[in-house]
């Protein structure tokens, strides 16, 4: 597998269910990124992990809690989410760099429904 | 407000023709870059422009750089329905993250 893998690529759940989002790079990037898209909205940047340590968090609600094993994998979990909280979620990879815009990787996203 | 604004939100054209996306804010950025996102799929990486007033070009694709690295364009010339799908700009604000336009979402009919 090339690039950025997302699984699963849909999911269906209630407010008191527990799940995970899983994304893995295949690309030898240091960074990995947690995005949230919804209509009509930019895309909002939810978690930055860089060589596998949380360098940013967007005041994200507890209710999701991001998880990054090594460089190559990051994890999502969601617990007692909200109806809003209905997304395209993607997953991104760059080669972090001190200067200059870092050029993002995205995977194909994960479509979350809670109902 | 948006840090930056895309304009028009939606736009429906026929093939053949030649349409031109905005990117624009008052702020200025270090460079700017453009995605393709297609149905389905995440967005990839269309050019980054870092100098005021640069051009480049993509095939139909002219992309430009304002001069006070406040605002960018993307010119699409012979528009195809491969071209249809929501194009991006996002900028880096001095001393920040890569931040995200709303979008163009292009659609280009047969």
């Known amino acids: 597998e090339t690039g950025v893998t997302q699984t699963p690529r849909h999911l269906v759940m209630g407010m008191t269910n527990k799940k995970s989002l899983k994304c893995e790079q295949h690309?030898?990037?240091?960074?990995m990124y947690w995005y949230k898209q919804s209509a009509k909205k930019p895309l909002e940047l939810m978690f930055v992990?860089?060589?596998?340590?949380?360098?940013e968090n967007n005041s994200v609600p507890s209710r999701f809690s991001p998880e990054c094993p090594n460089s190559s994998h990051l994890f999502l979990h969601l617990h007692t989410l909200q109806p809003e909280d209905s997304a395209l979620y993607l997953c991104?990879?760059?080669?972090?760099?001190?200067?200059?815009?870092?050029?993002?990787?995205f995977g194909a996203g994960s479509r979350l429904t809670v109902l | 407000t948006q840090l930056l604004e895309q304009s028009p939100q939606f736009l429906s054209i026929q093939e053949g023709e030649n349409l031109t996306v905005y990117c624009n804010s008052s702020?200025?950025?270090?460079?700017l870059q453009w995605y393709r996102q297609e149905p389905g799929e995440g967005p990839v990486l269309l050019v980054t422009?870092?100098?005021?007033?640069e051009v480049k070009k993509l095939k139909r694709l002219t992309f430009q750089f304002g001069d006070a690295r406040k605002d960018s364009s993307l010119h699409i010339t012979a528009a195809q329905p491969g071209d249809t799908g929501l194009y991006l700009c996002?900028?880096?604000?001095?001393?920040?993250?890569?931040?995200f336009g709303e979008g163009t979402q292009l659609t280009v009919n047969p």
């Open positions: 702020s200025v950025f270090s460079s």
């Open positions: 690309l030898g990037h240091n960074a």
């Open positions: 996002a900028g880096v604000p001095s001393g920040s993250r890569l931040t």
């Open positions: 991104a990879s760059s080669q972090e760099r001190f200067s200059g815009a870092n050029v993002l990787t």
């Open positions: 422009v870092v100098t005021g007033g």
């Open positions: 992990y860089n060589f596998k340590e949380q360098t």
